[in-house]
């Protein structure tokens, strides 16, 4: 690894790098080890690699989401309730915002994202786009009724906003004119799911994202 130049050393330990605001933090250093996850599994005779998927809830559901935005050879990606800085519109009027994630999770995001506390439709970009570099593979989103706070119905306009990519690289998108009652997975290739309940992880969670697999790649061999 090359030095950084002088002007980047941190005064009190020069042997490391002072960060600076655009350098990554927790959620991207958190995705970089879900990629070296990957890098182990492809050395496992008896993994399909073909058939690697990413799961995480909450903030690792942001983590999934851009680990597999970044890593083509995650082939589908389950981000539960991610909401805000994941899976959610950043601005957004619903749930939490990005001054709530700065103010109370300050290490996640770097000092950029910071500068739009106050003002985040300035933002020049918004998570369909992340949603959108996961293109053509599968993503679903999933979410519950009482979690607001992850803003559910932003999501679903996230995955609406991606899919002109989608279909611009040759397969469908969402293919849902709106929400689908609780309960009901949309298992197309941008997939929504919102089941009754809070902000956790259930057996009704899981079924759901079993069932999603199976649509986007076949029930595997006995």
């Known amino acids: 690894m090359e030095a950084p130049p002088a002007g980047l050393r941190c005064p009190a330990c020069p042997e490391r790098y002072e960060r600076g605001e655009y350098d990554w933090s927790t959620i991207a250093t958190w995705a970089w080890g879900f990629q070296r996850a990957v890098d182990f599994l492809l050395t496992d005779p008896a993994v399909d690699p073909a058939r690697l998927a990413v799961f995480g809830h909450s903030r690792n559901g942001k983590t999934a989401l851009l680990a597999g935005a970044f890593d083509e050879r995650i082939g589908l990606v389950l981000c539960h309730q991610a909401g805000c800085g994941g899976s959610a519109p950043s601005r957004g009027k619903v749930g939490e915002s990005v001054k709530q994630i700065n103010d109370r999770f300050p290490h996640w995001f770097n000092a950029a994202f910071k500068q739009f506390n106050d003002a985040p439709e300035r933002l020049p970009f918004d998570q369909h786009q992340l949603i959108a570099l996961c293109a053509p593979r599968p ?11 992850a803003n559910p119905s932003g999501q679903f306009e996230m995955l609406v906003a991606a899919t002109p990519v989608y279909r611009l690289l040759g397969v469908p998108g969402l293919e849902a004119a709106q929400m689908p009652e609780p309960g009901r997975l949309v298992a197309s290739r941008l997939g929504y799911f919102i089941r009754p309940g809070k902000h956790s992880t259930t057996s009704e969670d899981w079924k759901a994202f079993l069932d999603f697999c199976d649509a986007q790649w076949g029930k595997p061999r006995p």
């Open 139 to 149: 993503v679903l989103l999933s979410n519950a009724v009482e979690d607001e706070w």
